[in-house]
């Protein structure tokens, strides 16, 4: 059963950072693509980061959304399954719930932004509040 657990959320100021962290179960990140995501009030859900683990090729791919490019890096620690979010430099248009996510490489064979669709499974968000 695929398990996903976002924490690391919370209330910071405009321009300082936060990381946020994704443990996950019940699968092997060779078969699944890792992604954040984030909606804020009122907004749709906003594919904001993911990415491609490939032990087998030895082989690491990351995407970004637009509005993150630049502020924010995913990363991941393999033995601890687990997937990061750092966030850099943080706007108080960043203010959202943040969700992992996961995605068969079934339909594709890695997650780019054009496959935000594509991520079926969703763990409980954590809320990162970003004041002004």
């Known amino acids: 059963e695929v398990q996903l657990q976002a924490s690391g959320g919370g209330l910071v100021q405009a321009g300082e950072s936060l990381r946020l962290s994704c443990a996950a179960s019940?699968?092997?990140?060779?078969?699944?693509?890792i992604g954040w995501f984030r909606q804020a009030p009122e907004k749709e859900r906003e594919g904001v980061s993911c990415?491609?683990?490939?032990?087998?090729?030895?082989?690491?791919?990351?995407y970004y959304g637009d509005s993150v490019k630049g502020r924010f890096t995913i990363s991941s620690n393999r033995h601890a399954n687990t997937v990061y979010l750092q966030m850099n430099n943080l706007r108080p248009e960043d203010t959202a719930v943040y969700y992992c996510?996961?995605?068969?490489?079934?339909?594709?064979?890695?997650?780019?932004?054009?496959?935000?669709?594509?991520?079926?499974?969703y763990g409980q968000g954590t809320l990162v509040t970003v004041s002004s």
């Open positions: 996510a996961a995605m068969s490489r079934i339909f594709a064979d890695d997650c780019t932004t054009t496959t935000w669709g594509n991520f079926a499974y």
């Open positions: 019940g699968f092997d990140f060779d078969d699944y693509s």
């Open positions: 990415i491609n683990l490939n032990d087998r090729h030895n082989d690491v791919s990351s």
